[in-house]
């Protein structure tokens, strides 16, 4: 796929998401991450955004289930190592496996930024 057709998907998709409403920003900052995530909520679903350091980006519909710990956001595509991620009734994001939840991510105040 040429570099063109990526940035006009991801337009798309960019305009999509100004009908959605933000959950909260986060920033990944685990050595050598940094990544930026941004939660959406649009109807029943959420989507999770992620700019990545190397100014790569994914966008990903989530499967949401509601759990005494908060909601459960796994990515629709699937993850092999049983890895999701739980949005707390604080709106932090943590990232968890089937073990444990083993990082908080930082919340981000994009408009102090």
Request: proline content about 1%.
């Amino acid at each position: 796929m040429s570099v063109v057709e990526k940035r006009k998907r991801l337009f798309s998709k960019v305009d999509a998401i100004e009908n959605r409403e933000v959950v909260g920003r986060w920033i990944d900052e685990r050595p050598l991450l940094g990544d930026k995530i941004t939660v959406y909520k649009q109807a029943e679903t959420y989507y999770l955004e992620t700019w990545y350091n190397d100014g790569c980006h994914s966008l990903d519909e989530m499967i949401s289930e509601r759990t005494d710990d908060g909601v459960k956001l796994e990515d629709k595509g699937g993850n092999i190592f049983g890895e999701y991620f739980m949005l707390t009734a604080s709106n932090d994001l943590m990232f968890c496996n089937s073990s444990l939840c083993y990082y908080t991510a930082v919340k981000h105040d994009v408009e102090a930024a």
